[in-house]
Each structure stands twice: as C-alpha cells, then as structure tokens.
C-alpha cells in the first residue's frame, strides 16, 4: 500500500470515528436524560432522529431532491473509489540503483520488470509470464507469475527463475537482495489424436 493511500486510509477513518464517537456519545447523553447543549438536535429520551416537520420541510422547494440524489451519488462515487484504491496493488515505479559514486541511480520500475519477464518467458518450458515489481524503491519485490508448459517440471523451472532471470535482475541493478514470490500455474494439455 503506497504511503499516500495510508495516510488518506489514517485522515478518513480519524474522521469517521471522530464523528461517530461524537454523534453517538451525543445521542446516547440525551437518552440517558444527562444534559446537553442547547444547539444539539436530539434533547429529550423520546426524541426522534427526523420529526414529521424536519421530514416534510423541504419536500415543496425544487432544488431539494436533486441536491439530495446529487451529495448520495457523490458520496456513493468516493466510497467506491476508496473500495477500489484499497484492492490496487501498487506498482514501484523506480528503484534506487547503487551507482557507486555515494548518490545512486534510478531505473524505472517497467526496465527491469520487462527485462525481468522477457527472461523468464524466455525459459525452456515457460508458456507465459507476468512479473510485477512492489516495495520500496531501494528494496523492491518482485510477483512472478508463471504458466508453465505440459512438459515443464516445476522444482526445476522454480530453481532456474530464481538462480537465472532474478539473479540476473538483481545483479544488474546492484540489489543486495531481490526477494520474489512465485505463482506457478499448468497450462491445459491440448487434445491429441490417436490413431
């Protein structure tokens, strides 16, 4: 999860919470008969959220309606957003290179993911690869996903990613440690004659 989703995540929850604890100890003083502020809406145990007038009050004037549908369906478009922002992985779009002169270098995340992925589909018995780069700049991770042929004997194809395509990916961007997570799939044998 990148930094600016968590501190987003840490500012909207803050506020939920904030507002609810608030809203609840509000309503929850007023029905247990303690006082309350003379500005707070719910004063009495038998008060209601929404009075018949509150509910009707606004009902005649055009505007109302649609001002409603229109703060819901915003509402709605943000909680979805954030849905989806929290099922995104990110990916690293830079890692730090140590180029030996004390300041580094940047490669851009894509180089060395494809570099990283022509590799492994490059391997005897790979049908497809897909390599996604995650982490820190300076210590990325790599998500391998690996189709791999009828044929191909996963210990082995295992062994050779790792000591050949990121081995490769990490000596060559002076990585001391390039930690991958590997997901291997079968590919369907195709149907065959007999005759």
Known sequence: MGAKLRVVNRVLLGLAGLVLLCVGGGVMAAGAGLSVPSWWPWDGRHDVLLSKTDRYRWRDQGW???TVIAVLAVLVLLAVWWLLAQLRRPRLAEVLVDSG???????RGRALQGVLEGEAKALDGVARARVSLTGRRSTPEARVDLLLEPHAAPVEMLARLTDEAVAHARDSAGLASLP?????????HGAQRVS
């Not at 002169?101 to 490669?107: I, M, S």
């Not at 991958?180 to 369907?188: F, G, I, N, T």
């Open 180 to 188: 991958a997570e590997v997901r291997l799939r079968a590919a369907k």
């Open 64 to 66: 109302w309606w649609p």
């Open 101 to 107: 002169d004390g300041e580094g270098a940047l490669l």
